[in-house]
Nanobody, 125 residues
């Protein structure tokens, strides 16, 4: 198992930026793809962005393409989500997730083997 701890959430005005971090410990971080998901009140958890184990392959939900960037630093066992041009509809608890198996891209909740506790992002209009 891998333990994940998110940080960086907060309150920001529309149009602003935040950078989320997810620090991993436990199993070999660099062998596993990672993803960011979010869950707004009353809604299901949804995929936001995913990155392959080496960082060469990234995928994004249509709603965040061009605004969010996922990256990772395997030397620091950390994955990041840079969020720019934030909108009120981006308000949610953001979670990072590690893939169930080495090499498996994390693009859906079913592919996540470990979750962090989440960090709240609130975007005011």
């Amino acid at each position: 198992q891998v333990q994940l701890v998110e940080s960086g959430g907060g309150l920001v005005q529309a149009g602003g930026s935040l950078r989320l971090s997810c620090a991993a410990s436990g199993r070999t971080f660099s062998s596993y793809a990672m993803g960011w998901f979010r869950q707004a009140p009353g809604k299901e958890r949804e995929f936001v962005a995913g990155i392959s184990w080496g960082g060469g392959n990234t995928q994004y939900a249509d709603s965040v393409k061009g605004r969010f960037t996922i990256s990772r630093d395997n030397a620091k066992n950390t994955v990041y989500l840079q969020m720019n041009s934030l909108k009120p509809e981006d308000t949610a608890v953001y979670y990072c997730g590690a893939g169930k198996k080495p090499g498996m891209l994390v693009t859906a909740t079913e592919r996540v083997g470990s979750w962090g506790q989440g960090t709240l992002v609130t975007v005011s209009s």
